[in-house]
């Protein structure tokens, strides 16, 4: 008979099911206790940004339902948690500290130093419950890591990914429980003003809310048509799935495999899911950057970038985050932002290409901006794509190649209708100027009721000449 506790550290792992560290637990036997720390010391300025406080308050909170139906313990901590973990297991009198692993440098550093104290009074261990492969598991002919996405994805594609452990459905709680904070004592919600208002008609954080997402979405048009439909910002088919799974509120084995099954019979035509899950694994390539490349965090991979001369005007960023350029595509993806605490991924490519190259801003001050903003911020995809779109990471986009922020309106939302949800000073504009108003007939602005520069902005910057700015500061570092 087990005597002693397992204590479960759980961080972006947040659910029951094929939660490999839980399973480990509740499979030893005997009770079992789990902690969440809110840690901010240790990622010191990329502790977590507002909306994630938003989204992890209410995913906490179904996370205690949970654990008041099927049992065990949940304790709540906010400081350092070198600290606080072996003194939990201290108090707890605990046998075991089990916990999935993380991938970001000073997260590991982190683990790496618990596990070693922690390993002389407890037995320890870590499980992989992010990733469906760990970064050193795919690897280059000669040993290294991949900088290229095209080989990394062929080489996932030939590994077996393993089946989804059982949902943990029954613990044991502790005879002797360590003090919890509460919750609300937190203060992760916004009030004054209550900024995340528009996040709630849209998110159901939770184990609960991401599987019905899924299953949803799975029976949707939008995963019959993933792969042709994934690029239109006025269509929203996407899954929306990305807090979910970085909260750990689903596991990305969980939803491989599921897609291949619905693949396998014949619900989800094969080249749509196959372009689902390949997108899955562009999220498991940036893991393998960070992982490998850890500096990327804050510096460009491609070393000539470093000299790269920004402007990063102010008041040109202001405009950018408020929506107010006078670029209708850009202004709808940032006001979706702050709305919802989401953009969709083509937006995303043309607001970032948009402020590094036309604003000739920093990417770095995008990022920081996106991980404040999004309820999907992570660290490796948000950081693997900044550095993408301004075409100094692996693989990226070539700087010389600059997104036309009209052209990419007509083409992805041919009826500006993503334009007109964002940005409703445009509705009555027809689709024909939606995306450059102010190459429009002065009658039809006056029928549409804009007034450039009173209702709507004059554009910030002139496309051309700063695409040929942007083109001679990059020269300047070729
Ligand atoms: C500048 C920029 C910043 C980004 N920052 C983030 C971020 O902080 N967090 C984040 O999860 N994604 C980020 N992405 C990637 C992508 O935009 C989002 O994952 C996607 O839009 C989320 O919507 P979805 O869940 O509907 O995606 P779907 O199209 O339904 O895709 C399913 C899942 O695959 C993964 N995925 C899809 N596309 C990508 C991609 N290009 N790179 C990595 N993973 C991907 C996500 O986990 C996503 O939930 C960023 C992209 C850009 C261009």
Not at 362 to 383: E, H, I, Q
Not at 398 to 421: A, C, L, M, S
């Amino acid at each position: 008979m087990i005597e002693k506790p397992a204590l479960v550290w759980l961080r972006e792992d947040l659910r029951f099911d094929d939660n490999p560290a839980l399973r480990a637990a509740a499979d030893r036997g005997g009770a079992v206790a789990c902690l969440y720390v809110l840690d901010d010391e240790v990622a010191g300025e990329w502790k977590m940004g507002g909306a994630q406080r938003w989204w992890l308050h209410h995913s906490l909170s179904a996370l205690q339902d949970d654990f008041e139906k099927f049992g065990g313990t949940l304790i709540l901590r906010r400081g350092n948690a070198g600290m606080i973990v072996p003194q939990i297991a201290e108090e707890l009198g605990a046998g075991a500290v089990y916990w999935n692993r993380r991938y970001m440098p000073w997260q590991i550093e982190q683990d790496k130093a618990l596990k070693e104290q922690l390993s002389e009074d407890f037995e320890v261990k870590s499980f992989n419950g992010r990733l469906l492969n760990e970064p050193w598991e795919i690897c280059t002919k000669s040993g290294g890591p991949y900088k290229v996405y095209t080989p990394y994805w062929k080489q996932v594609q030939q590994r077996d990914i393993r089946d989804p452990l059982a949902k943990v459905q029954k613990l044991e709680a502790p005879s002797r429980v360590p003090d919890t904070d509460k919750l609300d004592d937190w203060g992760l919600l916004p009030t004054r003003p209550n900024w995340a208002e528009g996040f709630e008609p849209v998110w159901t954080p939770g184990e609960r809310g991401a599987r019905r997402r899924w299953l949803d979405w799975l029976k949707s048009e939008g995963a019959k048509n993933y792969a042709s439909h994934r690029n239109r910002p006025d269509l929203d088919h996407t899954s929306r799935m990305a807090p979910h799974i970085h909260f750990g509120e689903i596991s990305p084995v969980t939803m491989y495999r599921e897609m291949q099954q619905k693949i396998e019979d014949g619900d989800i035509p094969q080249e749509e899911g196959n372009t689902f899950l390949s997108e899955l694994a562009w999220r498991e390539f940036s893991y393998n950057l960070l992982y490998h490349f850890g500096h990327m965090f804050d510096e460009p991979l491609m070393d000539k970038f470093k000299g790269f001369e920004w402007d990063n005007d102010e008041d040109k960023l202001e405009a950018w985050k408020k929506g107010q350029t006078g670029y209708p595509i850009v202004d709808a993806g940032m006001r979706q932002l702050w709305t919802e605490g989401h953009m969709h991924n083509r937006v995303r490519m043309i607001v970032g290409s948009f402020l590094v190259k036309d604003l000739l801003v920093d990417w770095r001050k995008g990022m920081k901006w996106f991980w404040d903003t999004l309820v999907c911020a992570d660290p490796a995809s948000n950081t693997a794509s900044w550095q993408w779109v301004a075409g100094c990471g692996a693989d990226a986009a070539p700087f010389f190649r600059v997104f036309n922020p009209i052209t990419q309106g007509e083409k992805f939302d041919p009826d500006g209708d993503y334009v007109r949800r964002h940005v409703p000073e445009l509705k009555d504009m027809p689709k024909k100027h939606i995306h450059a108003p102010w190459q429009a007939p002065k009658d039809v602005l006056r029928k549409a009721g804009v007034e450039l520069g009173k209702d709507y902005p004059e554009p910030i910057v002139d496309h051309g000449k700063m695409r040929e700015e942007a083109l001679s500061r990059y020269k300047a570092i070729k």
